[in-house]
């Protein structure tokens, strides 16, 4: 059951990943990122936001192994804490709340389930 887990939160990744990779004009809508003219926030978009994400889950994947889904987990929790940051100096919105719920279930959930194989 984990391992199937593993796979279905490994191809989220790369779904959302592939949203800002191939669809940045609406990645930064939906995140209220705005374009000042230059392609420097659709490349930021394209790279952090996007195939980052693809890449981190399709490795995954291919490694198949519980590290490897732990790292995967890290990467998330990462999200969480950029974006518990944001929620505490910059203040809140319903749809951060939202963001920083699915990093930080996505990330605890990677590394609880897959920590506890690799320590059997």
Known sequence: MIDIINILM???TIAFGAAGWLA?????????LADTGTTMGKSEVRAAS??????AGLGAILLGGPIAYVMLGCIWLGGALGRATSLVLDG???????????EIVFGILLIWM???????
């Open 10 to 12: 490994a191809l989220a």
């Open 24 to 32: 940045p004009d609406w990645t930064m809508k939906k995140v209220s």
């Open 50 to 55: 996007g195939a980052l994400f693809v890449v």
């Open 92 to 102: 809140t919105t319903t749809r951060k709340w939202g963001f920083f719920g699915t």
């Open 114 to 120: 897959n920590m506890a194989v690799a320590a059997a």
